[in-house]
T-cell receptor
Framework: QKEVEQDPGPLSVPEGAIVSLNCTYS??????FMWYRQYSRKGPELLMY????GNKEDGRFTAQVDKSSKYISLFIRDSQPSDSATYLC???????????FGTGTSLTVIP | DSGVTQTPKHLITATGQRVTLRCSPR?????VYWYQQSLDQGLQFLIQ???????AKGNILERFSAQQFPDLHSELNLSSLELGDSALYFC????????????FGQGTRLTVV
């Protein structure tokens, strides 16, 4: 079983839709949860992070962590064509140096 | 621009050959990570160095090796290349102790023919 599981998609939505991206994980030691965005032919860049459980909102983006279910989500409201990218979840424990990434979900927002 | 520089951007080589990928981390970052990204496997962690010393090892093949030099740049050496090694190779850097962010370079696209 992989440490982090993420549906690869692809996901295609109309402009203005609400997008929900999800990851599940198996390691209960994970405490830091991140979402990276990767545009085509570019390196991933950090979009949001949360510590432990709870929600975090940044503009049109909301990250949610449910540690009891080992499930994290990223919601994108009023999606825009510029949101078209691959979204990768990543996780890390307090101890240890390694970031564990999901395989990424490819999102296309259609104008 | 993340501040992480990778060279070369593209590399085409034949099976059985050896290549070296180079990474310069962000100024001040002592920790360097190497990742392999392929379509079917996603982003796979290979190895991490901190201030010249190996800190963590992931799914790195024995044919692959890496090192971090005193000036903190890092090199990933791939030898006896196979067709399946064709992928994007990313370098990322972070401040050790950073639990939330690694800054990625633009990647090196390796094609083995």
């Amino acid at each position: 079983q992989k440490e982090v599981e993420q549906d690869p998609g692809p996901l295609s939505v109309p402009e203005g839709a609400i997008v929900s991206l999800n990851c599940t994980y198996s390691n209960s030691a994970f405490q830091y949860f991140m979402w990276y965005r990767q545009y085509s032919r570019k390196g991933p860049e950090l979009l949001m992070y949360t510590y432990s459980s709870g929600n975090k909102e940044d503009g049109r983006f909301t990250a949610q962590v449910d540690k009891s279910s080992k499930y994290i989500s990223l919601f994108i409201r009023d999606s825009q064509p510029s949101d078209s990218a691959t979204y990768l979840c990543a996780m890390k424990g307090i101890a240890g140096n390694q970031f564990y990434f999901g395989t990424g979900t490819s999102l296309t927002v259609i104008p | 621009d993340s501040g992480v520089t990778q060279t070369p951007k593209h590399l085409i080589t034949a099976t059985g050959q050896r290549v070296t990928l180079r990474c310069s981390p962000r100024s001040g970052d002592l920790s360097v990570y190497w990742y392999q990204q392929s379509l079917d496997q996603g982003l796979q962690f290979l190895i991490q160095y901190y201030n010249g010393e190996e800190r963590a090892k992931g799914n790195i093949l024995e044919r692959f090796s890496a090192q971090q030099f005193p000036d903190l740049h890092s090199e990933l050496n791939l030898s006896s290349l196979e067709l399946g090694d064709s992928a994007l190779y990313f370098c990322a850097s972070s401040v050790l102790g950073s639990n939330t962010e690694a800054f990625f370079g633009q990647g090196t696209r390796l094609t083995v023919v």
